[in-house]
Nanobody, 117 residues
């Protein structure tokens, strides 16, 4: 069993920055990737960023140039630095881990990010 715990969600004003963190705990034999998704009210969960082992970091078009994802393999952690936040970034942000063995995927509980003036 793997547990993902996110932190860093907050309410900020447009143009401000925020950092999210996610750390995985439990017995982990290997990780394919860790990443971030988000879900706004009334919308489906959508991809934000993913950090693989050997592949370039991928970003959703909506966040390219504003968000930076990174990963600390020693801590089984992934981070999301968000800058120039916009009201449309308001959502619950979920951490995701992809494993090379069953059950292949875990999700965190989510952390709320609200961007409003």
């Amino acid at each position: 069993q793997v547990e993902l715990v996110e932190s860093g969600g907050d309410s900020v004003q447009p143009g401000e920055s925020l950092s999210l963190s996610c750390e995985a705990s439990g017995t982990i034999y290997g990780i394919n990737s860790m990443g971030w998704y988000r879900q706004a009210p009334g919308r489906e969960r959508e991809f934000v960023a993913i950090v693989g082992d050997e592949s370039p970091i991928q970003y959703a078009d909506a966040v390219k140039g504003r968000f930076t994802a990174s990963r600390d393999s020693a801590k089984n952690a992934v981070y999301l630095q968000m800058s120039n936040l916009r009201p449309e970034d308001t959502a619950v942000y979920y951490c995701n881990i992809e494993l090379p063995y069953k059950p292949y995927r875990y999700w965190g509980q989510g952390t709320q990010v609200t961007v409003s003036s």
